[in-house]
């Protein structure tokens, strides 16, 4: 199982990103995906989650990122996106695509079977 991580960088407050997650391994589309962040010095904590079904259109957000952030995904390419808007200082964190095979979209680690390894996001003026 791989989940590869990509889009993080340097940006500044104000500015957007996209995170990209490519995912391979296991059945793609038979499982809820997700990402979570990893601040300096704080726990890891969820950003938002997508329903395997493209049907439901069925996606959660943390309020930190609520408004901000959007989670797409992808079933033919195996793919999951996080769309970046209106960035903070306090977005600066590594981030961390994750698949959940469990039904229901989860807010808490232990829900979540494989993680990736993480692209780092540094926003700062």
């Known amino acids: 199982v791989q989940l590869q991580a990509s889009g993080g960088g340097l940006v500044q407050p104000g500015d957007s990103l996209r995170l990209s997650c490519a995912a391979s391994?296991?059945?793609?589309?038979?499982?809820?995906m997700g990402w979570f962040r990893r601040a300096p010095g704080k726990e890891r904590e969820f950003v938002a989650a997508i329903d395997r079904s493209l049907v439901s259109d069925n996606t959660l957000y943390s309020d930190s990122v609520k408004g901000r952030f959007t989670i797409s995904r992808d079933n033919a390419k195996n793919s999951v996106y996080l769309q970046m808007n209106t960035l903070k200082p306090e977005d600066t964190a590594v981030y961390y695509c994750?698949?959940?095979?469990?039904?229901?979209?989860?807010?808490?680690?232990?829900?979540?079977?494989?993680w990736g390894m993480g692209t780092l996001v540094t926003v700062s003026s």
């Open positions: 994750v698949a959940a095979s469990r039904p229901g979209l989860q807010a808490t680690m232990n829900a979540y079977n494989f």
């Open positions: 391994g296991f059945r793609f589309s038979n499982y809820n």
